[in-house]
């Protein structure tokens, strides 16, 4: 049966006991983004991610650790990773849209830690507080917007001990934002460039004022579809002509292979300035689709794209950088050509 709420809440205060006896013994008391204190074991050798941004904060700290994928990765996706953790197996989400995971098989993979990358409002607390209780497995909950990137993973690192780890990759986010943030502090946010967020093979669906999976995008620039609240929203062309972007940011290859000629599209100024761009994705997308951490590098795309002036880094070279560091592989000149070229 699939993990819900529904049937957290339906499961018995005896089968919670059953639960819990094997792991009474605690070793330390860490606290999550939420405040909430987790008794965790000695040792964490084991860690069940809840969903996408979870697994990839934890293939990026400490890839050994990962028991599983919540969707199995494709052979073209572990080319840029380590080859035996990207191949380990789909073990499913216990939080998000479609949760496939559900308590036994959980349990039977034995974690010292559950975690989930994302929202920390009361109701995945309270999902959380039922997991631990019907497993007896400390469940943690890490802020998943991009601006708490560096406390999270400084959080993730004292929750697996792993902090020196943990605050290298902070740092490097740390001094990515403040880079990037900083040098164009004096342009004025009427002034930066406004961006239109095409997902979809039409291009039509956006994501709103305050969405996460625009957070880089409204960072850097300004959102067309700023002025509304949250979350992913289909919209007419009839609304992005009026909106007239100045720079399009796509994700969908079919959207970027027709947008330069579909009549719909032509009119608008970023199509008619040349200024549509395919994100990369490879192997998980730079500006959304999942937003973790690989969102890091995707600032520096973003940066380039909207102030070429003020951003001559080399791009090959970040990336480099980025995917030995995070990814834990290096990738070849032929790879950075194909992840910039935003092929899957």
């Avoid at 792993?162 to 986010?173: H, I, S």
């Avoid at 719909?264 to 973790?292: C, E, I, N, Q, Y």
Wanted: hydrophobic share 40%.
């Amino acid at each position: 049966m699939p993990l819900t709420r529904r049937t957290l809440i339906a499961r018995t205060a005896g089968a919670s006991v059953a639960l819990l006896s094997p792991r009474l013994s605690r070793a330390a008391t860490v606290t999550d983004a939420t405040g909430r204190a987790l008794l965790m074991p000695e040792k964490v050798a084991r860690v069940f991610p809840a969903g996408p941004p979870a697994a990839i904060l934890l293939y990026t700290l400490a890839p050994e650790l990962l028991l599983g994928w919540p969707r199995a990765n494709r052979p073209e996706e572990c080319a840029y990773m380590l080859p035996d953790v990207c191949a380990r197996p789909e073990v499913g989400r216990l939080t998000g849209r479609g949760n496939t995971a559900n308590l036994e098989s959980v349990i039977a993979l034995k974690p010292d830690l559950i975690f989930d990358v994302g929202s920390t409002s009361a109701t995945f607390v309270s999902l959380a507080e039922r997991v631990q209780q019907q497993t007896g497995i400390p469940y943690a909950l890490l802020d998943g917007r991009f601006d708490a990137i560096v406390p999270t993973y400084r959080k993730l690192g004292e929750l697996i001990n792993r902090q020196d780890d943990g605050g290298k990759l902070a740092r490097y986010a740390d001094d990515t934002v403040k880079a990037i943030t900083g040098r164009i502090a004096t342009i004025a946010p009427s002034a930066r460039p406004r961006v239109y967020y095409a997902r979809g093979p039409r291009g039509l669906v956006t994501g709103l004022g305050g969405s996460i999976n625009v957070e880089t995008i409204e960072m850097l620039g300004q959102n067309v579809a700023g002025g509304n609240n949250g979350g992913l929203a289909n919209v007419s062309i009839e609304q992005v002509l009026l909106w007239n972007p100045d720079v399009i940011i796509t994700i969908d290859q079919d959207f970027a292979a027709s947008v330069h000629t579909d009549p719909a599209w032509t009119s608008v100024k970023a199509v008619r300035d040349g200024r549509a761009h395919l994100s990369p994705k490879m192997p998980f997308g730079w500006v959304d689709f999942p937003p973790s951490v690989n969102r890091l590098i995707g600032l520096w795309w973003l940066a380039k794209i909207l102030y070429p002036e003020k951003f001559p880094e080399d791009l090959r070279a970040l990336t480099r950088d980025f995917y030995t560091m995070f990814y834990h592989r290096t990738p070849s000149d032929a790879q950075i050509d194909h992840v910039l070229a935003g092929r899957d």
